[in-house]
């Protein structure tokens, strides 16, 4: 069975940084496409960013320039760094893993089949 656990959310003033964390279990991440998306109240899930089976990061949307995603193949987590964070950042933070092949990468979500329950970040201004 596999599994997803993210965590590291939580309140914080604007302008600090978080770490978000998403915890695998039943799966190899660094073989697999995995991805990190957000869902604020009232809006569509948006990529933030991705690991593709082949060691590349990509990113997407209003976080590419003050975010940073990396895995840790020995503990098999993956990472979210965000800095500066502003109150738009407030969201739900969920990875996402897509476990059959896929020669590409995207950032729909329908491109992955086993999601976390995500871990919830508010920022204050």
């Known amino acids: 069975q596999v599994t997803l656990m993210e965590s590291g959310g939580g309140s914080v003033q604007a302008g600090r940084s978080l770490l978000l964390s998403c915890a695998a279990s039943?799966?190899?991440?660094?073989?697999?496409?995995i991805a990190w998306f957000r869902q604020a109240p009232g809006k569509e899930r948006e990529g933030i960013g991705l690991?593709?089976?082949?060691?590349?990061?990509r990113y997407a949307g209003s976080m590419k320039e003050r975010c940073t995603i990396s895995q840790d193949s020995g503990t098999n987590i993956l990472y979210l760094h965000m800095n500066n964070l502003k109150p738009d950042d407030t969201a739900m933070y969920f990875c996402?893993?897509?476990?059959?092949?896929?020669?590409?990468?995207?950032?729909?979500?329908?491109?992955?089949?086993?999601w976390g329950q995500g871990t919830q970040v508010t920022v204050s201004s």
């Open positions: 996402a893993v897509r476990t059959r092949f896929a020669a590409y990468y995207s950032f729909q979500t329908t491109f992955y089949d086993i």
């Open positions: 039943g799966v190899t991440i660094n073989r697999n496409h």
């Open positions: 690991i593709d089976s082949s060691g590349f990061t």
